[in-house]
């Protein structure tokens, strides 16, 4: 079946910002003006299509992105919806990781915040293309151009002014379309249905034509010929324009800037225009590799073999497992055997949706440069490639980051522990941010995840999702162990037990690296003194040592182990005695190594009116924080700082209570520190009357 529309006509684009920017109230007028829905869906309401869970609906937040597609003059545009709280981080970065282009959207009266900066580094590490979009130009304080100049000097970016803003506040009524010199005015009593084209106000033709004048120089840079002949005649055509500018975005050199109010219906239209005239198709992106072959390939191409990556998950009551799929290349049917390569498993495409938010519509077959929802491959993962039988590849799979807290749970009533158990199954396949583990020494089931807010959702969605009622435990900070000095120093394992016995002797060099390096490994034995089918003994005995720390039986970072020495026996000797030295070998050495517990650090904004500064800057400092910095936003004052996230729970009401409920907060993390030597033995005394330290 030949594609319905063309690939250059494709667009595959998300929507990323800080949280309450106003990211799916934009998603939903994409939806009307669109076309695709006839009622324009509210998020103070709880009626938006894209925020379709309850307890989205309930908290007025987007928690799971949500995919849809629309047109727009001829294109087709599929739309991703992300989450803006840092606890659903992993939301943008899998769906970052497949889409082609994004909308930054920013509020116009908070503009750069602190979760901006996370979504916009994690789009600059996929080499996502953008526009830019200042959102709430309704609000008392909007500010268009220090929107711009923050997006310049703090995320580093080249922004592009393509509208100039006709008012601000309650007086905001339109933009003037820089490419077309006329003032678009969005008629409110048809919902900015209606876009008259009027002559730019006098005021503002001065500012326009400088603005202008920018935006042409900027994309005559783009291109030697475009840039040639401006230099030659001083202008470019329209059409040379858009050029321009579509190589510098394409390239990520500019980010072509706009401005409106979602809420207000003003504004969403030229965004659309721009994805078209700007954002990247499918053919831009162009080829994809192996990530274990950069020599093997797949272009976007209908007849090239298939080739998709499973980007998320959701568990359906009714259907089962619904995988989230990008297809890179080639074509594919209903009820095609495809490769999932990731694993090694054959599975059968048994129904084939495109998604809209959650509700599906059934297709036949699907093309290169589609996201589309499959059924039945229930041994999928997220980051998992699907490819042709014939011709099998493994795409670069997705990394998420690890959790950074963790709580114990227990069902309410001792007969609903398999129904538990199989609950969290189902939720730690759909969020790979999400981790279960078992401890055998206190039988307790622990929880682990981004916040306190991702495991709160969490325990909800038990109770209304799978009817399982849950009690939790206080939550418990994911500590980390790693050491300071380098150490070195061997191990000999020797047991006899009557019949063949245990022998292994190892020699191992432990060595403190930068933070965030992990772990590595290195073979420095000579003459075989270990037998090289040993040595990858050796290393899993490191790994294990490492999986629970001699401290506090938390993992360790940051270490580089050598093994350089050692010994064997031909007949005593086994992979299971040189796992045994390796482990105790590390564990011995690690505590005299100077050893330290670190703890996640959390970057937090808090936004207090003037009065509350003081209270807001002793918040932070009495939880064993440091301010970096104070800012005043439109009558509101910023305090930055860095705290430990043992010390932030709870810190929302606080903050509420302190401020009579005028104060907000947000905070992402930051990176892993040393904690102070008092605590770090608390927690280890701790650990150790609950048996956590072997």
């Given at each position: 079946?030949?594609?319905?529309?063309?690939?250059?006509?494709?667009?595959?684009?998300?929507?990323?910002?800080?949280?309450?920017?106003?990211k799916t109230t934009c998603s939903e007028r994409i939806l009307f003006y669109s076309g695709k829905s006839y009622?324009?869906?509210?998020?103070?309401?709880?009626?938006?299509?894209?925020?379709?869970?309850?307890?989205?609906?309930?908290?007025?937040?987007?928690?799971?992105?949500?995919?849809?597609?629309?047109?727009?003059?001829?294109?087709?545009?599929?739309?991703?919806?992300?989450?803006?709280?840092?606890?659903?981080?992993?939301?943008?970065?899998?769906?970052?990781?497949?889409?082609?282009?994004?909308?930054?959207?920013?509020?116009?009266?908070?503009?750069?915040?602190?979760?901006?900066?996370?979504?916009?580094?994690?789009?600059?590490?996929?080499?996502?293309?953008?526009?830019?979009?200042?959102?709430?130009?309704?609000?008392?304080?909007?500010?268009?151009f220090t929107v711009v100049k923050e997006i310049r000097e703090t995320l580093n970016g080249n922004p592009v002014s393509m509208v100039c803003p006709i008012g601000a506040g309650e007086t905001f009524v339109g933009v003037v379309d820089l490419m077309t010199m006329r003032a678009l005015i969005f008629d409110e009593a048809s919902h900015g249905m209606t876009v008259l084209d009027e002559d730019i106000p006098a005021e503002l033709q001065e500012q326009c034509e400088e603005m202008r004048a920018e935006m042409v120089e900027k994309a005559a840079e783009q291109d030697e010929a475009l840039l040639e002949k401006y230099f030659e005649t001083g202008e470019l055509s329209i059409p040379e324009i858009k050029k321009g500018l579509r190589i510098g975005t394409i390239s990520r050199n500019l980010v072509p800037t706009y401005c409106g109010t979602a809420f207000k219906n003003k504004g969403v239209q030229p965004l659309l225009n721009a994805v078209i005239d700007y954002m990247p198709s499918p053919l831009d992106v162009g080829t994809i590799r192996s990530s274990d072959n950069p020599d093997m390939i797949r272009e976007p191409k209908d007849d090239a073999p298939f080739s998709a990556l499973a980007f998320k998950i959701l568990t359906d009551k009714h259907m089962g497992k619904i995988v989230f799929i990008r297809i890179y290349s080639g074509?594919?049917?209903?009820?095609?055997?495809?490769?999932?390569?990731?694993?090694?498993?054959?599975?059968?495409?048994?129904?084939l949706f495109r998604m809209h938010a959650n509700h599906q519509e059934a297709l036949e077959v699907a093309h290169a440069g589609d996201i589309v929802a499959v059924v039945g491959v229930p041994k999928t993962r997220t980051g998992d490639t699907f490819c042709s039988l014939e011709h099998p590849i493994v795409l670069e799979a997705i990394e998420f980051p690890a959790p950074v807290i963790s709580i114990a749970i227990r069902p309410s009533s001792r007969h609903d522990n398999e129904k538990l158990g199989l609950a969290l199954h189902a939720l730690a396949q759909e969020d790979p941010t999400f981790v279960v583990n078992y401890d055998p020494e206190t039988s307790e089931t622990i929880i682990s995840g981004m916040g306190e807010l991702h495991l709160e959702i969490i325990v909800d969605r038990l109770k209304r999702e799978f009817a399982v009622a849950a009690e939790v435990g206080r939550p418990e900070v994911a500590y980390r162990e790693t050491l300071r000095h380098t150490v070195e120093g061997a191990y000999k394992h020797s047991k006899q037990t009557g019949g063949r016995g245990q022998f292994a002797n190892v020699s191992l060099k432990l060595e403190p690296q930068d933070p965030g390096r992990g772990f590595t490994f290195v073979n420095e034995v000579k003459g075989g003194v270990i037998p090289v089918e040993y040595i990858s003994a050796v290393e899993k005995g490191v790994i294990k040592a490492m999986h629970a720390g001699p401290c506090g039986g938390y993992p360790v970072v940051d270490v580089k182990v050598t093994v350089f020495d050692g010994s064997y026996h031909e007949v005593d000797s086994s992979e299971f005695a040189f796992i045994e030295a390796a482990r105790q070998c590390f564990k011995s050495l690690f505590l005299k190594a100077n050893p330290q517990i670190l703890e996640p650090v959390m970057a937090v904004e808090v936004?207090?009116?003037?009065?509350?500064?003081?209270?807001?800057?002793?918040?932070?400092?009495?939880?064993?924080?440091?301010?970096?910095?104070?800012?005043?936003?439109?009558?509101?004052?910023?305090?930055?700082?860095?705290?430990?996230?043992?010390?932030?729970?709870?810190?929302?009401?606080?903050?509420?209570?302190?401020?009579?409920?005028?104060?907000?907060?947000?905070?992402?993390?930051?990176?892993?520190?040393?904690?102070?030597?008092?605590?770090?033995?608390?927690?280890?005394?701790?650990?150790?009357?609950?048996?956590?330290v072997r």
């Open positions: 079946m030949p594609r319905p529309i063309p690939l250059e006509k494709i667009r595959n684009i998300g929507i990323m910002a800080h949280i309450d920017a106003g009622k324009i869906g509210e998020t103070h309401e709880g009626s938006a299509t894209m925020d379709y869970m309850a307890q989205e609906q309930e908290r007025g937040i987007t928690i799971s992105s949500a995919a849809t597609a629309v047109s727009w003059n001829g294109y087709q545009i599929s739309l991703i919806d992300t989450p803006g709280h840092v606890d659903f981080t992993a939301e943008v970065e899998r769906s970052l990781r497949v889409l082609d282009g994004a909308v930054a959207l920013f509020c116009a009266v908070g503009g750069v915040q602190p979760q901006s900066e996370q979504v916009w580094r994690q789009s600059e590490k996929y080499e996502v293309p953008k526009l830019c979009m200042v959102n709430k130009m309704d609000r008392v304080g909007a500010n268009f074509t594919i049917n209903v009820g095609d055997t495809v490769l999932n390569s990731s694993m090694g498993e054959k599975g059968r495409f048994g129904r936004a207090v009116p003037e009065d509350y500064m003081g209270a807001a800057t002793g918040s932070i400092c009495q939880r064993r924080g440091r301010v970096d910095g104070m800012d005043d936003k439109y009558g509101t004052k910023l305090v930055r700082g860095f705290v430990p996230l043992g010390e932030m729970f709870g810190y929302s009401n606080s903050i509420r209570t302190m401020t009579q409920g005028r104060g907000s907060f947000s905070m992402v993390f930051e990176r892993y520190e040393g904690v102070p030597f008092e605590l770090a033995e608390q927690i280890m005394e701790k650990r150790k009357a609950a048996g956590k």
